[in-house]
């Protein structure tokens, strides 16, 4: 299987194992002559290079016959698992507000930035030492940046859910210049529709104060893509589709509310390298997952595919909704027939996709080694028996969790954003009541108008309206599982 024998002479007949019940391409070559004969298991004729169909695991045999020179034999066999529904791409939101920061290149390693403006906190020394990228002046429990960063320190921008309708920062392209940047505004505008504070809690309560940028909202975005439609704004709602996104991924969030039936957890992150390490005997489970559910049941799973490369870490969280992978088996010398190696090109969708840009899958590439039973199931009653071998593509570390995901019910962690609410903004989602939303969308206002004369909402004292939720950064780490 996946290999080749060379210096064949002569008519003659092959056989070639094929070890899973779930199916895919087998394609037999030959050097020189022909290939006759190819039958499978039950002795039925199977056309060459085409799919063999479920439950046909067993011996393939050909013929060879007609070659005018010494040849080589060799196969293929290709198994390609794709979900019916394919997982919208979406953004993540990250729940850390703008900062000023010491720049990641070219800065002098010295704050320069002495002072701030409204609720914004300064965390660093002015004229200290300090590393690229480490944060000096961060958002206060407002969530905006109304401070401007000094000659010599750096702002970004990164869109968060609870953005203002614009920001005022340097345009790197521009020199540095000041511009106002017109920015995504979904709890801003959302306030606006349903008179709210869905903002003001959301910046008070959601906010990581820490250097990490990638916690956020991907597990309710890859939820939301796994088991809505994509959404469509109801025209009168001014709402723009990442911005109806992103409220869905709101609801989405807690990860109370999902119920999960399958799953693979738990998994070290490795690297997996060739020989023994931990990742080993997680392969069996991993791949058992894709054949049953997205191969045999042709639905998506939700996983946490971990870190991107160059500088990811292990305790980064990234949830996907992988939903193709396509599987090359070879067989391993000196083993049985129903052990293999197997090479996985998995597709999830993108967390990163905003305003079109990003529109692509997150590819990742694993390659385990594992045994298959008589059934043409993976035999996952010796796991320590498997060999994660590698981890590639856009990932660094093996998955944290693959999981089944059955239903859910959609309320997040923010009070003021309700499903009902949101659906009705969402002709996708059975929404969009006609009277209401049927006109002109509103002229909606920032922040500073809309929220004037309010008292602030404060994490610690304070107006409050809500306890805090419990986040476990950049989705959630479903170390649980909570059925209903």
């Not at 000196?334 to 993108?350: Q, W, Y």
Request: charged share 20%.
């Amino acid at each position: 299987m996946g290999g080749s024998l060379d210096g064949q002479t002569g008519d003659r007949y092959y056989g070639v194992y094929v070890p899973t019940r779930f199916g895919g391409e087998l394609k037999v070559r030959a050097s020189s002559g022909q290939i006759l004969e190819l039958r499978g298991p039950q002795g039925a004729a199977q056309v060459n290079g085409q799919e063999i169909g479920l439950d046909h695991q067993g011996w393939y045999t050909f013929k060879v016959e007609g070659a005018q020179r010494s040849y080589a034999v060799s196969t293929d066999f290709v198994q390609v698992g794709q979900s019916l529904k394919k997982p919208w791409n979406f953004y993540y939101w990250p729940t850390k507000a703008d900062s000023i920061h010491e720049p990641w290149a070219g800065g002098n390693g010295r704050v320069d930035t002495m002072y701030v403006n409204g609720d914004d906190r300064l965390i660093a020394s002015p004229g200290s030492y300090i590393p690229p990228g480490q944060d000096i002046v961060m958002a206060g429990p407002n969530g905006l940046l109304e401070t401007q960063p000094a000659a010599g320190d750096d702002a970004t921008w990164f869109p968060n859910i609870y953005d203002d309708l614009t920001w005022l920062g340097p345009d790197k392209e521009h020199g540095g210049q000041l511009t106002m940047f017109q920015t995504p505004s979904p709890l801003l505008k959302y306030d606006q529709l349903f008179g709210t504070a869905a903002r003001q809690w959301e910046a008070a309560f959601s906010q990581n104060n820490d250097i990490s940028r990638w916690p956020g909202h991907c597990l309710g975005g890859a939820v939301a893509a796994i088991l809505l439609n994509e959404p469509l704004p109801a025209p009168g709602s001014g709402m723009t589709r990442d911005e109806l996104k992103a409220l869905w991924a709101e609801l989405g969030e807690n990860h109370y509310n999902h119920q999960i039936g399958d799953y693979a957890n738990e998994i070290p992150p490795g690297p997996p390298r060739p020989g023994p390490d931990a990742c080993d005997s997680k392969a069996p489970r991993v791949h058992a997952m894709l054949e049953t559910h997205i191969r045999g049941e042709r639905k998506p799973l939700l996983a946490n595919l971990r870190a991107f490369p160059p500088r990811g870490t292990v305790n980064e969280v990234w949830n996907h909704g992988i939903y193709k992978y396509v599987a090359t088996y070879h067989a391993i010398p000196g083993r049985g027939p129903r052990a293999v190696r197997i090479a996985v090109e998995l597709h999830g969708n993108s967390g990163s996709m905003l305003n079109g840009q990003d529109d692509k899958d997150r590819v990742v590439n694993y390659e385990y080694s594992l045994v298959y039973g008589l059934d043409g199931r993976v035999d996952e009653s010796n796991p320590y028996a498997a060999d994660w071998i590698a981890v590639g593509g856009e990932a660094l570390f093996a998955p944290l969790n693959v999981l089944e995901l059955v239903q859910s019910r959609w309320g997040g962690h923010n009070p003021h954003v309700t499903e009902a609410n949101v659906r009705s903004l969402d002709l996708a989602n059975g929404g969009g009541y006609i009277g209401r939303l049927a006109g002109n969308p509103p002229i909606f206002r920032p922040v500073a108008q809309y929220e004037a004369g309010r008292a602030p909402m404060l994490a610690a004292g304070g107006f409050n309206d809500g306890p805090p939720p419990r986040f476990f950064g950049g989705g959630g780490f479903f170390r649980r599982f909570f059925g209903r």
